[in-house]
Nanobody
Framework: QLHLMESGGGLVQPGGSLRLSCAAS????????IGWFRQAPGKEREVLSC????????HYVDSVKGRFTFSRDTAKNTVYLQMDSLKPEDTGVYYC?????????????????WGQGTQVTVSS
């Protein structure tokens, strides 16, 4: 059974940076599509970025494109989300998720395995 655990959240000032980690155990992430998500206070969970297991490409939603970078360390079975130029509206709980099923579009919420989330607060 795949288990995911996020870390790296915290309090950061506007314009600052954070790097989130998502460590997997129990199974390899190598053949899964993997996504990063955010749930802001009072809002629904949204997808931010994903790594497709159809073509191996990275995808970003417009709100984070150019500021967030998804990366993977296959040897460590870990993925990362580097977040730069953070804004107050980036505040929320960040989740990673993985699913072995192939989808033509990985920027979706339908993922099988989820981490517990890590809080990111952007405030001065």
């Amino acid at each position: 059974q795949l288990h995911l655990m996020e870390s790296g959240g915290g309090l950061v000032q506007p314009g600052g940076s954070l790097r989130l980690s998502c460590a997997a155990s129990g199974s390899s992430l190598a053949y899964s599509r993997i996504g990063w998500f955010r749930q802001a206070p009072g809002k629904e969970r949204e997808v931010l970025s994903c790594l497709s297991n159809l073509d191996g490409r990275l995808h970003y939603v417009d709100s984070v494109k150019g500021r967030f970078t998804f990366s993977r360390d296959t040897a460590k079975n870990t993925v990362y989300l580097q977040m730069d130029s953070l804004k107050p509206e980036d505040t929320g709980v960040y989740y990673c998720a993985a699913d072995p099923n192939v989808q033509t579009n990985c920027l979706i919420l339908a993922y099988e395995h989820w981490g517990q989330g890590t809080q990111v607060t952007v405030s001065s």
